[in-house]
């Protein structure tokens, strides 16, 4: 099987040649960790069987945020924490696009357009949602940066997941929207146009985007994705999902790099071929600076708003459920009430830590992250992991040996 490291460790050194200097620190630092993730470099520990005298190295992580085979575990832990979370009601999700205008600006100045793709897109979604004619109330709103497109191509864009309904302004009336309808998206986009503008204005990249970027129509597309905790298993993948996975590479042979994609209009799997340079450019692009958060919590969903949600959720919660303990405050808002609004109007957080983990992600994992899921139906759950190695010939628990140390560390 092909991987991304085995293509690194290939034709690595011939990119850093080329471009040298040219290179951020930041892309040195992903290359370095793919390209030594469970690898000798990184350390790890030797087990044993007690029975049949087998022995394995499982070798240490890299725990970069961009390589392929650690965001398995990474996911199933996120959504391990979201309990707190979850309401019993419909949710939705919002994705918000940066047009093709910006993008260059966005190549430069990452973690500035980046910060306001969120800023913006959250600050839209919630000036809607208080329009009485739609929710009437605070939402809640949880997102993901994305950069890509299914070709590796440069495509920032944020997913949001949202709970269908919110708080009334009396902080004490649950307000449900429709189970196939939360936000008129022809009235969202244009909103979501002019704050990234007017956010944009008050800095001094604004005069070098083209004047008709902001007389465009921007894409936002909204859908549902079930209930609950089904919901934040069709997010978990899109929060640690990576440029592409090892399972949608096929061959990496005759100078070129084949993988697969889906085709956005057919819905049908293709395959591209790129010259290794090209791929691994088309891969760092999608590099985050260092530190960016590239996951974030708005509204209910924000710390500031969890006591809201705790108190809602259990509002919602049948009876004999087990019951929310809301966050200690020096204020206690009242239980909420279950009002329904009016009818829609159809106007318009890495590092390279060692940690031991398993010598490859689980292979079901590896598949669901690979492609978008196919309906809010198929959501892409993922797997808790194993931590205790099975001997590969009698099946047995095996027990640890030895530590081995790191032979080698990341660039600076």
Known sequence: MVELAEIFRLYGPA???????????????AMWAIEHCRTEMMGGHVYDCPDCDETVYRYHSCRDRHCPKCQGEKAYQWLEQQHDLLLPVP???????????????????QRLVYDLLFRTSAAATQHLARDPRFVGGQIGMVGVLHTWGRTLVFHPHAHYLTPGGGLAPDQRTWLPAQSNFFLPVKALSPIFRAK?????????????????????????????????????????????????????????????????????????????????????HRFLQHVLPKGFVKVRY??????????????????????????VTPTPSTTEPEPPTTSHPAPPSNSDSEAATPDPGPPTPDPSLLVELEDEPNSPDEPAAPAPPSSVPRCPTCGRPMRRRAILTPQGRSPP
């Open 298 to 323: 708005y509204g209910l969903l924000s710390p500031g708003g969890r006591q809201h949600l705790a108190l809602v959720r259990q509002h919602l919660t049948p009876a004999n459920a087990e019951p």
């Open 15 to 29: 990119y850093r040649d080329k471009y040298g200097d040219k290179i951020p620190p930041r892309h040195l630092q």
């Open 91 to 109: 949710y939705f999700m919002l994705t918000f696009t940066l047009p093709e205008g910006l993008r260059p600006l966005a190549r430069c100045h």
């Open 196 to 280: 990234f503008r007017d956010a944009l204005r008050e800095t001094d990249c604004f005069t070098s985007v083209p004047a008709n970027v902001w007389d465009q129509d921007w894409v936002v597309h909204c859908q549902p994705v079930g209930n609950g905790l089904k919901a934040f298993k069709y997010l978990a993948p899109y929060i640690f999902r990576v440029a592409i996975s090892n399972g949608r590479l096929v061959s990496c042979e005759d100078n070129q790099i084949t993988f697969r994609y889906r085709d956005s209009n057919t819905g049908q799997p293709k395959l591209l071929a790129l010259e290794p340079l090209e791929f691994i």
